[in-house]
C-alpha cells in the first residue's frame, strides 16, 4: 500500500508572492490600463487654464491656478486609483478561475496565501506605478507653473515697489502652494486608501460569486466608509444628544464594520495649502498597514479551504 | 470547518479588529483636526445645495475638487450678474473648503466690491432700494470676511482684507459707526500682524486705521513711533503726518510747524504735507493742530490768501447721499 506523499514546496514564500504578483502586474498591464494616464495628461494640464481673473494686488496673481492644478490632479488621482484598485482585484479571482489559471497554480505546492498575497501586491503594484506616472507629471506641471507664478508676482511687486522683505515673504507663500514633501505625501495617502480598498475587494471577492457584486459592494463600502467616523462619534459620545439604544448600537456596528476613510481626507488640506507632519502620516500609514494585512489574512482564512 | 462556521468567525474578528482601532482613529481624526488637517463635516444644507452627485463626489474625499467645479460656476454667475448666486455657491464653497483663503477672499470681493459696484451704478431700480442692496452687499461681504477670519485665524490674508473692507473710503459709509468701524479694521490688520506673517504695509494699515478711532490717540501714538523707529521704509507721507497729528493731540502746546519741517525737511514741504492732510477729508483722519500749523507756514512762506489752503473750495462730498440723489 502506499502512503500519499507530499511535494515539497520550492523557494520562500517571497519568492512565490514575488513571481505571482509580476505576473498579475503583467497581466494588468496588457489589460492596458495605462491608456488612462492620457486622460490624466489632459487634466493636469488643461487644470492650468482655470485662471479667473484676480481682484487684488501680487499676492492674488496664480494663486488659484496652483490650488487648482493640486485639485484636479489629486482628485484623480483618487479616483483613477480607487477604480483600478477595486476593478482590478474585483477581476482577479473570476479571471483565474474562468481562464483556468487558478486550478493551475493551486494545483502546485504554493500554499492558497501566498496566491492571494501575490495577486493582491500585483495589484498594488499597478496602483503604485500608475500614482507615480501621475505624480510625476503633476509635480513637473505645477513645478513650472510655481516658478511662473512666481516670476510673474516678483514682476508685479518690484514695478508696485514692494520692500525685499515683502517680495521674499511672498514668494514663501506661493511656493508653499508649489511641489513639497507635503503633496508627496498626499499621494501617498491615495495610495493608502486604494490599498485598504484593494484588500477590501479581495475578502469580498473571497465569497462573492461575481466581479459586478465585489465592484457594487466594494464601492458602497467606500461611500459609506467615509460616514465611519461620524458613526463612532455617535457611539463614542453616546447619549449626550439623547439617542436611542438602537440608534447607539447601529452606530457602534457600522463603526467596527467599515473602515475610517474620512481620515485619508487630509489630501484637502495639503491641496489648500497645509503641510502634511511626518508623524500624521506615518499614523496613517499604520492605519493603512494595519486593514491591509486584516482584510489580507481574512480574505485567506475564507479561501483556504474554498472548494472549486 | 462549515462555511456559516467561518463567516461567524470573520464577523467577530472583524468586530474585534474594529474595536481595537475605535480609539485610536478617535484620537487620530482628533490629532488631525487640531492640526486644522481634517475639514469640518460636510453640513447638510451643503449636501442637498451641492446635489447628489457632488454630494458622493464630495463624501469620496474630493471636497476641494468640487469645490473648484463650483468656483467655475459662481464665476459664471458673477459674470452674469447673478448676485445671489455668486452668494449662494461661494457659500456652498466655503463650506467645502474652508481652509481655502482664495475663496473667502474672492467670496467677499464679489458681495462688497462687485455687486454694490453694481447697485452703485444700476439705474433700473430706485435710489432707494439701490442704496439699500449696495449696503447690504458691503455688509454680506464684511460678514464673510469675517467668518473666514474666525475659520483662519492663523491666516494674514484674511485679516488685512477686511481690515482694508472696512477702511475703504467708498466702503464704510455702509457701516453705521465710523468709530466702531474704524476700530473693527484696526483689530483685523492686529490680528493680521500678530500672525508674524503679514507683509509689512499691514501694519502700517493698522495704524492708518487706529489713528482714526477716537479715544486711542495715545494707543496709535504709540504704534506710530514704533513704525518710524523701524526704518525709512515706514516713513510714508500718511504716516509722518498722522504722527505729526497724534502729537499735536498729546501735547496740544507743540508748535506743529516747527516739528512738520522737523519730519518733512523744509518749511515747503512741510506745507505741502500739511495742506494735503487737510484736502483729505474723505478719509475722516484726526487733523489735530493741522489748522494752527499750516496757518504758521502760511505766515513764514509769505503765501498770499488767494492760494491759502483754506481758501480753495472744498472738495464735494462724495458719499452715499450723493451717489444714490439721481
Same mark, same amino acid.
Given at each position: ?308 | ?18 474595536? &481595537? ?75 467645502? $473648503? ?36 449696495? *449696503? ?75 489713528? *482714526? ?15 518710524? $523707529? ?28 516747527? *516739528? ?30 493741522? &489748522? ?35
Amino acid at each position: 500500500m502506499s502512503t500519499p506523499t507530499s511535494i515539497p514546496m520550492q523557494g520562500s514564500h517571497f519568492s512565490r508572492i514575488l513571481t505571482i504578483s509580476t505576473h498579475t502586474f503583467t497581466q494588468l498591464v496588457r489589460m492596458k490600463v495605462f491608456y488612462f494616464l492620457a486622460i490624466f495628461a489632459v487634466i493636469a494640464i488643461a487644470s492650468n487654464f482655470f485662471e479667473l481673473p484676480q481682484h487684488e494686488g501680487p499676492e492674488a496673481v496664480g494663486a488659484n491656478v496652483l490650488r487648482s492644478i493640486k485639485s484636479w490632479s489629486l482628485g484623480a488621482m483618487t479616483l483613477f486609483s480607487v477604480v483600478l484598485s477595486i476593478v482590478a482585484t474585483a477581476l482577479l479571482l473570476p479571471k483565474d478561475v474562468e481562464d483556468r489559471t487558478l486550478y493551475t497554480i493551486l494545483a502546485k505546492p504554493v500554499p492558497r496565501f501566498d496566491y492571494l498575497a501575490g495577486k493582491l501586491l500585483g495589484v498594488l503594484l499597478l496602483v503604485f506605478v500608475s500614482l507615480a506616472l501621475m505624480d510625476g507629471l503633476m509635480t513637473a506641471v505645477l513645478h513650472i507653473r510655481t516658478g511662473m507664478v512666481v516670476a510673474e508676482q516678483t514682476e508685479m511687486a518690484q514695478a508696485m515697489g514692494w520692500p525685499q522683505d515683502a517680495i521674499a515673504s511672498l514668494r514663501a507663500d506661493t511656493l508653499a502652494h508649489g511641489p513639497d514633501a507635503s503633496l508627496q505625501g498626499a499621494v501617498f495617502a491615495v495610495f493608502l486608501r486604494a490599498s485598504i480598498m484593494a484588500s477590501l475587494a479581495l475578502l469580498i471577492s473571497t465569497f462573492s460569486t461575481s466581479t459586478l457584486f465585489t465592484t457594487i459592494v466594494s464601492f458602497l463600502i467606500y461611500f459609506i466608509g467615509h460616514f465611519q467616523a461620524d458613526a463612532r462619534d455617535v457611539w463614542l459620545q453616546a447619549g449626550q444628544a439623547g439617542e436611542g439604544v438602537f440608534a447607539r448600537l447601529a452606530s457602534l456596528l457600522l463603526a467596527l464594520v467599515l473602515p475610517d476613510f474620512q481620515l485619508f481626507n487630509v489630501i484637502d488640506a495639503v491641496i489648500q495649502g497645509e503641510a502634511l507632519p511626518l508623524l500624521a502620516l506615518g499614523k496613517l500609514t499604520l492605519v493603512g498597514v494595519y486593514y491591509a494585512l486584516f482584510f489580507t489574512f481574512a480574505s485567506w482564512f475564507i479561501f483556504a479551504d474554498k472548494e472549486f | 470547518m462549515k462555511f456559516a462556521w467561518k463567516i461567524a468567525l470573520l464577523v467577530v474578528a472583524l468586530l474585534a479588529f474594529g474595536a &481595537a482601532r475605535l480609539r485610536f482613529e478617535a484620537k487620530l481624526g482628533g490629532e488631525l483636526r487640531d492640526a486644522g488637517l481634517f475639514p469640518p463635516p460636510l453640513e447638510i444644507g451643503t449636501r442637498e445645495k451641492i446635489g447628489q452627485t457632488s454630494s458622493a463626489v464630495a463624501l469620496g474625499g474630493l471636497r476641494t475638487l468640487v469645490a473648484t467645479f463650483l468656483n467655475l460656476r459662481a464665476f459664471t454667475f458673477f459674470t452674469e450678474q447673478r448676485w445671489d448666486d455668486v452668494e449662494g455657491t461661494f457659500e456652498t464653497i466655503v463650506d467645502l $473648503a474652508p481652509r481655502t483663503r482664495y475663496y473667502w477672499e474672492t467670496g467677499s470681493w464679489h458681495m462688497a466690491y462687485n455687486a454694490a459696484s453694481y447697485y452703485l451704478n444700476d439705474s433700473k431700480l430706485p435710489p432707494l432700494r439701490r442704496r439699500e442692496a449696495w *449696503r447690504s452687499s458691503i455688509l454680506k461681504g464684511r460678514s464673510f470676511l469675517e467668518r473666514g477670519a474666525r475659520n483662519n485665524p492663523d491666516d494674514w490674508s484674511i485679516h488685512a482684507n477686511l481690515g482694508f473692507l472696512l477702511s475703504d473710503t467708498n466702503k464704510f459709509p455702509a457701516f453705521r459707526d465710523p468709530n466702531e468701524t474704524f476700530a473693527a479694521a484696526a483689530d483685523a490688520y492686529r490680528k493680521s500682524v500678530e500672525t508674524g506673517r503679514a507683509l509689512g504695509y499691514v501694519r502700517r494699515a493698522w495704524f492708518y486705521a487706529l489713528a *482714526r478711532v477716537e479715544g486711542r490717540e495715545a494707543e496709535a501714538l504709540e504704534i506710530a513711533r514704533g513704525l518710524y $523707529a523701524d526704518g525709512t521704509h515706514n516713513h510714508t507721507p500718511t504716516l509722518l503726518m498722522l504722527l505729526l497729528v497724534l502729537e499735536a493731540h498729546e501735547n496740544p502746546s507743540m508748535d506743529v510747524a516747527q *516739528r512738520a519741517i522737523g519730519l518733512f525737511g523744509t518749511p515747503e514741504k512741510a506745507y505741502e504735507a500739511l495742506s494735503s492732510h487737510w484736502r483729505r477729508t474723505r478719509e475722516r483722519f484726526p487733523v489735530f493742530g493741522v &489748522a494752527a500749523g499750516l496757518e504758521s507756514l502760511e505766515k513764514t512762506l509769505a503765501i498770499p490768501a488767494e492760494q491759502s489752503v483754506f481758501n480753495e473750495p472744498p472738495p464735494p462730498p462724495m458719499g452715499p447721499d450723493e451717489w444714490f440723489s439721481k
